[in-house]
């Protein structure tokens, strides 16, 4: 069974900090979602993912895939308030597409 | 287009109770899922329709639940005698294509009394 897990789960750090999320996910697939979710809000795609290598980024976000060590990373740099949020990784496997279970990130001032 | 939009945002039932929730999809897009999400988690998948077919169900979706997308277009979700545990925000999203993101609509809150 597929399963996506995230870590840390809870993540508060200074506005100005780098900091990185990761993904680790237990069978294969080349395709990884990064999406963001503000509180009573639906999710928001941010990157995706499809090979091995592939690197994204936005702004002061940035993804990456090993699909090799089943593997994705999502760095944060210089961190501000505007970025704090709950960060979902998903996995997609034919069509059931399965979520970590967020990491919520809080950046204080 | 405004993207993915559900309704109603808020549903409150009394346990047993029959609820159909609604999704219209982007319009372009013919790949509907259908997931729920209880606080603190991730989204679970339920079901996914391409077009108008149904091709993929997960075992969470009991014989209580059922969804259709009669035209391929809007797609509505049915729970029939609702549970306690039934309550969570199920959202709906669609894709274009299945290497790209899917758009999420804002969700219907269910609440079991």
């Known amino acids: 069974e597929l399963k996506v897990e995230q870590n840390p789960l809870f993540l508060s750090m200074q506005e100005g900090k780098n900091y990185t999320i990761y993904c680790n996910y237990s069978?294969?697939?080349?395709?990884l979602y990064w999406y963001r979710q503000d509180p009573g809000k639906s999710l928001e795609s941010l990157f995706v993912?499809?090979?091995?290598?592939a690197v994204k980024q936005e702004g002061r976000l940035m993804a990456s895939l090993d699909t090799k060590a089943r593997l994705s990373t999502l760095h944060i740099t210089a961190a501000v308030h505007d970025l704090s949020a709950t960060y979902f990784c998903?996995?997609?496997?034919?069509?059931?597409?399965?979520f970590g279970a967020g990491t919520r990130l809080t950046v204080k001032p | 287009d405004t993207g993915v939009s559900q309704n109603p945002r808020h549903k409150i039932t009394k346990r047993g109770q029959n609820v159909t929730f609604r999704c219209d999809p982007i319009?372009?897009?013919?790949?509907l899922y259908w997931y729920r999400q209880t606080l603190g988690q991730g989204p679970e998948f339920l079901t996914y329709?391409?077009?108008?077919?149904?091709?993929?169900k997960s075992r969470l979706l009991s014989d209580r639940f059922s969804a259709e997308r009669p035209k391929g277009s809007f797609s509505t979700l049915e729970i029939q005698r609702t549970e306690q545990g039934d309550s969570a925000m199920y959202l709906c999203?669609?894709?274009?294509?299945?290497?790209?993101?899917?758009?999420f609509g804002d969700g219907t809150r269910l609440s079991i009394l």
């Open positions: 998903a996995v997609d496997v034919q069509v059931d597409m399965r």
């Open positions: 069978t294969t697939s080349d395709r």
């Open positions: 329709f391409q077009n108008e077919a149904q091709l993929e």
């Open positions: 993912l499809l090979s091995n290598g």
């Open positions: 999203a669609s894709s274009l294509e299945l290497n790209q993101p899917q758009h």
């Open positions: 319009s372009e897009h013919n790949r």
